[in-house]
Each structure stands twice: as C-alpha cells, then as structure tokens.
C-alpha cells in the first residue's frame, strides 16, 4: 500500500449517455473535470468539479460531449446529491470504504478548455478518483452503516466491470495459495484511460494540488494522496502495495534501502536513552549502524546470541522498546525461531521487527509467525537483478501501540501535526481503520508514522525508477527463490564434501544444526545465501575468492548471478574479531550468494579456485 492509493476509478461506457427529465440512472456515473452539457438555449451549461451521483435529473437530454474549444458558459447551479467510495490499496486488495451521502453544489465557472488527460474525458470515457478524508468518513459512518452494506461488496468480490479493463488480481487470491499470481498482479490495476499493463514511472518532484484546501488536507494527515515524492509516489506506491500482500501485512512504506528502512523503522520507537535487543547474527553493515550511528541518537543495541533466549529475556528493562532478528541470517544462513522470539517479545509488550531480506516472502512470512514489522533490503533478492538500491518498512498492523505506554511517538500527541496521536487515528481501532473495514484488527500507524515523520524529517525516500525495477525485480521472486535455492542446495553438497574445505554454514544440509527450523520456516528452500570456511585460514580464503574466473566479487547478495565475498575483509572488515566471529565471519570465511546459473558451472568454477588453494606453495 503506499499512501494507500487515492480512489477507485469508475467509468461510464463509451457511448454518449442521455438523460431526461426525471429518469434515475441505477448505475453510479462519475465525472471529473469539465464537460459539456446540451440543453434548452442557446449557449450549453458548462460544469466543473467533481461529483458522483445515483440520480441525475435535467431538464433536457445530457449526452456528454468532448471539445479542445473553450467553452461559452452563462451562469447556472445544481445540487446533487453525492455517493461515493474511497478505495485505497491496502495488502495489494482496493477496499472499499463506506459510502458517504452528502451533498455538494456545482458552480458554473469561466470559460476554459478541455483537454485529453486522465482527469478529464478521454474517448468517451469518463473517470472519477474523488479523496475522502477520513473525518469525513467518520461524520457519516454510522448513518450509511446499512446502506454500505447493500451497495459495497467486499474488496476480494471486485470483479471486472463493463467498459474496464482486465487483468486484476483474481479475488480472494493469498500468499500461501496465489503467491506467484500476486507477484505480478498485486498492487496494480491497468491504467484506466490508456489500459497500460505496466506500471508507470512518475518522475514527479511534486503533485498538483486542485486548491488549497486540496493541499491543507493532505499536508495534515487528513486526506492521503500525492504531494511531494520524498513522502510518496505512485510508482513506489505501487511496488509497496507488492510487498504488502507478499508478506500477508497491512501496508508498506518504501526507503532508499536496506539501512534506510532499519533507520527509519526504529526512529518510530526510540528515544535518546531507549533501547532494543537484536540478535548478534546479523549483516555487518546492520551491526554497525546499530552499535556506532545509532549512538550517536543515543539509542542502545543490546546484542545477544539468536538461541540465548533466557538473555534476552533479562535484557528488558523500562528503556527496551523492540526485539530485532534477521529470519536468515547473513552471512551464515542461521535460521532464526521467530516463534520464540516473538513470544519474548510480546511478553514484555515489544514488537518483534524482523529483516526479512535473504528469505523474502517466498521462502518465509514473519507475520505468520508473530512479527510486528519486516523489513527489507529490497537491493537483494526483491530486486534480484544487481542493479537497484531499495527498501521497505512493512507493517502487520495489529500491534497495539498505545497500550503500554512505551511508544509515545506514535501513541501521544504530536505538536507538529497539531496533537494528532497516529495511534488512535490510523491504528487497528481508529477511525481510517474503520473506513477500511478492518477496525479491531489492522491498522497502519506505524507506516503512516515512518512516512509523516521519518520520511519527512529524514528524507531517505525511494526513487520512482528503482522502485520500478525492484517491483519488475518481484514479478520473477518465486522462480529465481526456487532456482537460488536448489542450486545452493547442490552447491553447498559440493563443497560440504571438498578436502579443501573445513566447514559449511547452510541450514539447506541436513546435517546443519539449523536444519529443522529451516524446514519449519522456510519449507520452500533455505535461499541462495551461505559461508563455508578454507582450510589455511585467511590466506587460503584469498587464494579461493581471487581464483575465480566466473563468479564475481562483489558487495551484495541476492543477484542472478553467483556471487563471491570475503566478509573479514569487506563486510566485516570494520568489526573486531570477537565480533567477526560472533557473526560468523572469521577470517576463514567465504561468502556464497548462488545465482541461477547452471549449477555445474557454479561447481566447475569453486573447484577450480579451491584446487588452486590446495596446490603447494600456492600464492596469489
């Protein structure tokens, strides 16, 4: 979901529609911008604004007409009365918000001149996207209650209409039994106007506002939409919405990358002076973001080894505001108990934040087993291909953040949005919970807090063209997760039996320690990620990392092609070597991120470096 999406689109048939004198038309018909209207004189009535109305009556025949001209206008009102629906994207579902009966009056204006855009009438069609803000939901809720039912059908029942255009997501679809559909279709419908199966890049600083009230509205949290692409962008609302479904979560806000989503996700929760318990088996970059950036904020990281679950339990203390974990950790592939975690979590009233970058949710959905928020490097295996930074903050949205008092950020009020508490507003018993049907069991406080506050004051925000290469990147996720992993698989076999080689740390092998809780949570493969050390240390290391000729050496993980590290001597590089080998990267140490290569190719290349190693007296 991003902002969630500002409204549903609705069109009328191409063909001229004619209205007389009392007739009631049964279909909602929406219009935006100006048009044209025949009646009895000699100069047409020209209308502008936006309204939608389930009774339209004229005193003469209306058929909609389309001109470049301007228009000659004399002065005219008409009262309508106005039915419509919100329907933001939420999890990659369009929900449909209660119908909001009021009424609106439409004033001639000047003269002016229309023009083919996707706000006016484009070939006979004609498209609404109407922002209801949220009070305005909540002022009528209760009078429409009954009627809402009668005329909305549940999101998953939305079903093509006459005049639109197909591929949609099929209805009811779920990560566990559609995951591959939702992969391409989740989070985007085709264009309206054009019928445009990709999603767009909106290479958009800005966004047009109709009025100031327009803006004042969006500026204060009280309608979503558009402003300013550092707070969002249609593209990116897009690939966010992707994720949001993948993971099975209420809603998503996308980042500039991996570091950007933990640096945002936490400023959410912490003060100077709190802290959090994360696992000590984590990426290098996230160890020294934690222990060196974050001081400086004066935030604590207390590290603890990912099984010493009687450690972290003392660990909390009135300071503590989150636990945090990698599911499959880099570099070794150490699988995480989520299950546990989470319930160590929940017994202090913390929420459980889990990097989710080397599983994805093809392999593996923390939400399923306790998760409050995931996180993503969506650079990595998301994106797949090597050639985009991105990340996401995703939200499960039932973590009740105000009940414990800990997270006064999100859960009291905020002076620069005049004492709005985003809690009680966007959380899972507020009112935009309500308007998305979802009230008392998913709300999106904490994405709507990591974008008006983190985003805003921080400013790390996506970029619309790699948040459509990373959203292209998903489309392919489960076939590159599956051949990434058999191949690792294989890989790891091969080496696991090489003289050369003294360990290997994949959860895949069933002889790993791990095995069993990769089988658990991750019953599809255990990813394309793992280390094995060298027998000869660190010399021996570099000889196998310099010897080969087809996989690369490079600072990332997650693309097509097999890729090759030396953590102590990159990653790791700026850790001591307690800390290196607490995170599994001592200096005997390989990374492997297998690609999708044809695996004997993988295998010819290792062996070749690794004979290379053997060899005596061998130097690079």
Avoid at 70 to 98: E, M
Wanted: net charge neutral.
């Amino acid at each position: 979901m991003a902002y969630p999406r500002t409204a549903a689109t609705y069109a009328t048939s191409a063909a001229p529609r004619t209205y007389t004198s009392g007739a009631t038309v049964a279909a909602p018909v929406s219009y935006k911008g100006s048009y044209t209207t025949a009646t009895t004189g000699t100069a047409p009535l020209s209308y502008t604004g936006t309204y939608k109305s389930p009774t339209i009556t004229t005193a003469a025949a209306a058929p909609i007409t389309r001109t470049s001209l301007p228009v000659t206008t004399r002065a005219a009102t008409t009262t309508s009365p106005v039915t419509s629906y919100s329907a933001p994207i939420v999890g990659g579902q369009i929900i449909r918000a209660a119908p909001v009966s009021t009424t609106t009056t439409i004033q001639a204006a000047a003269p002016q001149v229309l023009s083919a855009s996707r706000n006016l009438i484009e070939m006979g069609t004609v498209v609404q996207e109407r922002i209801i803000p949220y009070e305005e939901i909540v002022a009528t809720a209760g009078e429409t209650r009954a009627s809402a039912e009668e005329a909305a059908p549940p999101a998953e029942e939305k079903q093509k209409g006459d005049g639109e255009f197909g591929g949609r997501l099929p209805a009811g679809a779920t990560p566990k039994n559609n995951f591959s559909t939702m992969c391409l279709y989740a989070g985007q419908e085709p264009d309206p106007i054009n019928g445009s199966r990709v999603m767009p890049i909106y290479q958009n600083t800005g966004f047009v506002f109709k009025n100031t009230d327009d803006a004042a509205a969006k500026f204060s949290l009280s309608a979503f939409g558009p402003i300013y692409s550092r707070l969002g962008n249609p593209t990116c609302d897009a690939a966010e919405a992707k994720i949001a479904a993948l993971e099975g979560g209420m809603a998503a806000v996308s980042v500039a990358s991996g570091h950007a989503s933990q640096m945002i996700a936490f400023s959410n929760l912490l003060n100077a002076g709190d802290n959090f318990v994360s696992t000590k088996q984590l990426y290098g970059g996230s160890v020294t973001q934690f222990s060196r950036q974050f001081a400086q904020f004066g935030w604590e990281v207390r590290f603890v080894d990912c099984d010493d679950y009687a450690a972290m339990d003392r660990m909390v203390d009135s300071k503590t505001k989150a636990f945090y974990c990698e599911s499959l950790c880099n570099p070794g592939g150490v699988v995480t108990d989520l299950e546990k975690l989470a319930a160590i979590a929940h017994k202090h009233g913390l929420p459980l934040i889990v990097d989710n970058t080397t599983a994805t949710p093809y392999l593996c959905r923390p939400f399923e087993w306790g998760a409050d928020i995931v996180v993503h490097s969506a650079t990595k295996y998301l994106s797949g291909h090597g050639n985009s930074l991105s990340g996401f903050i995703v939200e499960k949205g039932d973590f009740d953040w105000g009940k414990s008092g800990k997270f006064p950020i999100l859960a009291s009020p905020c002076d620069s949005y005049h004492g709005l508490n985003f809690y009680e507003t966007f959380g899972k018993d507020g009112p935009v919970a309500e308007m998305f049907g979802t009230k008392g069991k998913t709300g999106m406080c904490f994405t709507v807090g990591a974008r008006a506050l983190g985003l805003r004051d921080m400013g790390p925000c996506l970029s619309p063209f790699n948040a459509f290469l990373t959203s292209m990147g998903m489309e392919t996720l489960p076939l590159r997760m599956e051949k990434h992993s058999a191949n690792a698989l294989q890989v790891a076999d091969f080496l696991s039996k090489h003289p050369q080689v003294s360990a290997v740390s994949y959860a895949g092998l069933p002889s790993n320690k791990y095995n069993a809780l990769a089988k658990k949570y991750c019953p599809k493969g255990s990813s394309g990620l793992f280390t094995f050390s060298a027998k000869g240390g660190f010399e021996a290391a570099s000889i196998i990392v310099n010897s080969v000729q087809m996989i690369s050496l490079v600072a990332n993980l997650g693309d097509t092609r097999t890729l090759i590290a030396h953590p102590a001597s990159m990653m790791h590089s700026q850790l001591s070597e307690e800390q290196q080998r607490a995170a599994g990267a001592d200096p005997s140490v390989i990374r492997m991120t297998i690609g999708i290569e044809d695996v004997q190719d993988i295998i010819a290349d290792l062996k070749q470096a690794l004979d290379k190693a053997a060899a005596p007296g061998s130097k690079l």
